[in-house]
Structures are given as structure tokens and as C-alpha cells.
């Protein structure tokens, strides 16, 4: 291991994706002195369509082209947060998904939930949306 310090970019993705104009900004980033950065498609208009064949072929791409020009290349992907929504789809499929707790108030347990995926679900934790179907 290693022991030596990192600089990553905070890539905060509020545009289309558009590849020749992302690999410059990688370039960028490296010139600057940075050794990676944090894709992240925060405000992403969804052009093209969220985890979407060309949208992955694309980020491949930048992945690809990351590693050719010596940086780490980290994904942060929350797109519709809170994570594990897939951009609303997990909802969409599971609509009756809550996430419930228990809270203790001025000397009162109290219960309360919210419209949510919920990631003590089995049956929504086996659901692959790029096939449409449960993992095994």
C-alpha cells in the first residue's frame, strides 16, 4: 500500500453528455494537477436517457479515456437521490415501498415513514432494471 496523497475533482455533471467536451475536461483536470475525479450526474437533464445503453457506452468511454491519460476515475452516482431510487425506477416498480422508523420524542416513541425504496426489502433488492427481471 501506498502511502501517498490524492487530489480528485469533484465532477458535479449539470449538462448533457457530451463526449468530446467531457474528455477535454479530463484533460483539464490532469494539466490542473489533479490525480482523478467524482463523476457525479447531480442536475443531469437526462440527455441521453439515464443508465440508457448510449449513456453507458459513454461513460466507458470516459472511464477509457481517464485511464489512458493517468487518472482515477470514481462514480458517484445518486441520480432522483436518495440512493438506490435508479432515477425514480425502483418506485415506479415497488410504488407501495416505505421506509419506516421509530422515534423517540419528548418521552414518546413515535412511528413514521415515508414514500421510499427500502433497502430492507428482499424482492426490491433482487430487481435488475436493465433487464426488467430478479436476480436469482
Known amino acids: 500500500m501506498r502511502n501517498e496523497l490524492n487530489f480528485l475533482a469533484f465532477w458535479a455533471v449539470n449538462d448533457r453528455l457530451k463526449p468530446e467536451r467531457m474528455m477535454g475536461q479530463l484533460s483539464d483536470m490532469k494539466e490542473m494537477g ?12 437526462g440527455i441521453p436517457a439515464y443508465m440508457s445503453e448510449e449513456y453507458l457506452e459513454l461513460l466507458s468511454r470516459l472511464i477509457l479515456h481517464a485511464k489512458q491519460i493517468g487518472l482515477q476515475f470514481w462514480i458517484y452516482d445518486e441520480n432522483g437521490w436518495p440512493s438506490g431510487s435508479a432515477d425514480g425506477r425502483v418506485l415506479e416498480h415497488f410504488p407501495d415501498s416505505r421506509c419506516r422508523w421509530m422515534q423517540y420524542e419528548n418521552g414518546r416513541v413515535e412511528w413514521h415513514e415515508v414514500r421510499q425504496f427500502n433497502t430492507f ?10 433487464t426488467g427481471t430478479a436476480f436469482p
Open 34 to 45: 489533479f490525480h482523478g475525479t467524482i463523476f457525479h450526474p447531480r442536475y443531469y437533464p
Open 121 to 130: 426489502d428482499r424482492e426490491a433488492m433482487k430487481w435488475d432494471f436493465s
